[in-house]
């Protein structure tokens, strides 16, 4: 349940919440380097939506899924794989999304 704020406090975050980034000073605030995110890994809390696929794979590609998937659904490592590959082809901002 939602608690409602009050009506200064409402209007405020309105307004900020349309405020552009630009006048936000951060000149003290040291920016993060790409190493800092090497061993970055999601919450334990995101799941991310899942979309049900019919597709014909190699059976030999199956079977090595199946042999390497260490004690979880071959189809999770399928799916691990396969966004690591998108993820060192460019990520996901090269891919093309739907309109909102």
Known sequence: ?????????????????????DPIDTVDIPEAPADSWSHATRGGLYRPV?????????????????????????QTEMNRVLRRHVALSGGFDALERPAD
């Open 50 to 74: 899942k979309q049900p696929v019919t597709l014909r794979l190699d059976a030999d590609l199956v079977r090595w899924f199946k042999s390497h998937a260490a004690g979880r659904p071959y």
């Open 1 to 21: 349940m939602k608690t409602k704020l009050d009506p200064a406090l409402q209007e405020e975050a309105e307004r900020l919440a349309v405020m552009s980034d």
